[in-house]
């Protein structure tokens, strides 16, 4: 059992270092400018996944709004009976699906085309439906899971947090966004006792 254990940490730390190593750097780069111009012209980014892409999708949009970039993540189910009314023209959405078929994912691309969104696909196929209909695709692709069938997303779901998290925390160095700036929304928990220490004031 321990071995175990330490067999999939392993593999899932090795995902990430090979996708440091192999990820696109320039459509990174790409999304980081798009996200500080969001930030600049109070713009949303909008992110939707549907099952443990949903759960990654739903973290960074929470990274996002601690660094002040205005986020919320829109439910594939609420999407369809109207959610989509609050996705509008400058706004970017980030679509997020290992395959790049999934069904309820695609919903929401008419809709995005059709009000003036910068649409981000996040997959393993560039070649999918939604890599083929987005503005921009970030491919990130995991030779397999760690799981015993290698089919459980897991190593993947990490590894489009880990580039999210890079391009979040770009964005915040290159906006100037300062401690000040993140103890007003931050009071709480650990983050807010540690600035609160060192003097600051909401």
Known sequence: MKERLKQVMAAEAHVIQKMAEEIDYDVLCRIAEIFCHVKE????????????AGMAAKRISHTLCVVEIPSFFLSPA??????MGAMQK?????LISKSGNTKEILNYIPAAKQKGLTIIAVTENADSKLGKNADITLKIAVEREPDKWGIISSAST???????????FSVMEKTGYTKEEFYLIHTGGGAGDILRNEGLQS
């Open 41 to 52: 012209n109070s713009k949303k980014v909008i992110l939707a996944g549907c099952g443990t």
């Open 78 to 83: 609420d999407s369809v009976h109207g959610g």
């Open 90 to 94: 400058g706004d970017v959405l980030v």
């Open 158 to 168: 990490l590894a489009f947090i880990s580039a999210f998290d890079a391009i979040a």
